[in-house]
């Protein structure tokens, strides 16, 4: 072999080529532009829960599966349809990740024991998990905001989740959603509503659905939530689970209405309203609108008095309610909302290099006083000159430009230039007195 020759073994590897990866269909990038109203919505959420005194949770985004089949119930669509569910590689556990949130808060509750020393009102943010059909308003990664209050089994609490969902609407400006009520009862009421329910639909059992068919005799409840337009005549004509409450449930109902009534708060009784968990009795809820197709229901909940011994703890009770945040965004976006962005209140133009050291210290102080500041990268030929500058000064959306120019540096001042306003007006400033005009940069001070 001659030195100008290389083994095949040491010859240099081509360069790979590789595709372009996509998020998985249904799991969609909320990306900074949009993130900035998933913030102004949770920073709301915060802001009122903390006056309601609810406090936050955080759960684990997989569970075991075992508690979403127990909790949610076996025949439930999203335990036979939805969930995405895998076995552990290392132990064969069974695991899902969470397709909702009310049974992991409640299996937190029960492991850490926090009933022990009286109720809870507790409240989440995160992402859920359905193998759905992806449309506007329904993912496959999709995010919800939640409420649960646990611990306490009277109409008022049932209403103060209502009234704390009412003024949430009220806080973010939602205006185009109704509230539609109605009452499960307890158990042994809707088992008499179950049996009369089979009765009447095997009379028309030529009018059911396949989907129809298969929980006539599994959970015939659910068939009331049918929205096939060929079978409404059929469950508009179906037993009503009013007729069945004893007095114990009519009374906890009547309370809940008299509460929101003196409240102002409207609603509609809904005597087809059922949910799609089996872990929900008495009171159920539902906000809905029109503005969303098929996907109405904004925000649903409602009493569930049994999960937590379900889950394996002390029997206790229970009631909370979850939005789904892109819906609940779509309709602020569809109702033509102001919306905040993530826009600079100032960007800064810097002309030298070496001016770098004492211009971070600007910009550090303030921000410290409040003020949001995009500052120009780059150094040597990078740096950029003042026009390139300034058009990323405008496209970064802030109302003024900072200019560190070097007479500017040598009296330790900036120029601040509005270039929003079309004035172009500038003025200079005192680095040593920023605490006396910071102010004046902020867009909500």
Known sequence: MTMSETPTSQALPKAAVYTKLNAVKGMNDVLPAESAR??????????????????????????????????????????????????????????????????????????????????????????????????RGRYRQFHQIGAEVLGFS??????????????LWQAIGLTDVRLELNSLGQPPERLAHRAALIVHFEKHAESLDEDAKRRLYTNPLRILDSKNPAMQTVVEAAPQLLDFLGPESLQHFNALRSILDANGVAYTLNPRLVRG????????FEFITDRLGAQGTVCGGGRYDYLIEQVGGKPAPAVGW??????????????????????????????????????????????????????????GESLGSMKSQFKKADSSGAQFALIFGPDEIAAKAVTVK?????????????????????HSLQSNP
Do not use: C
């Open 154 to 167: 009277g109409p008022e609490v049932d209403a103060e989740v209502i009234l704390l969902a009412h003024d």
């Open 277 to 284: 968990m089996d872990y929900y009795n008495l009171t159920v």
């Open 322 to 379: 979850a939005l789904g945040v892109e819906r609940v965004l779509a309709l602020l976006h569809e109702q033509g909302q102001a919306m905040p962005d993530a826009s600079p209140d100032a960007y800064a133009v810097i002309t030298q290099e070496q001016s770098l050291p004492m211009v971070l210290k600007a910009l550090r102080a303030l921000r410290a006083l409040g003020v949001k500041v995009q500052m120009h990268a780059g150094t």
């Open 38 to 135: 998933w913030e102004w919505l949770e920073g709301a959420v915060r802001e009122l829960m903390s006056r309601y005194a609810y406090r936050n949770i955080r759960t684990p985004i997989v569970e075991p599966t075992a508690l979403f089949v127990r909790g949610l119930g076996e025949v439930t669509d999203i335990v036979e349809k939805e969930m995405y569910s895998f076995e552990d590689r290392l132990n064969g556990e069974a695991l899902t990740l969470r397709p909702e949130s009310t049974a992991g808060v409640v299996r937190a509750v029960v492991e850490h024991n926090l009933l022990y020393d009286g109720g809870k009102r507790l409240y989440y943010m995160g992402p859920m998990f359905r193998h759905e059909r992806p449309q």
């Open 418 to 438: 509005s270039l929003r306003d079309g004035s172009g007006a500038q003025r200079l400033e005192s680095l040593d007195q920023m605490d006396h005009w910071a």
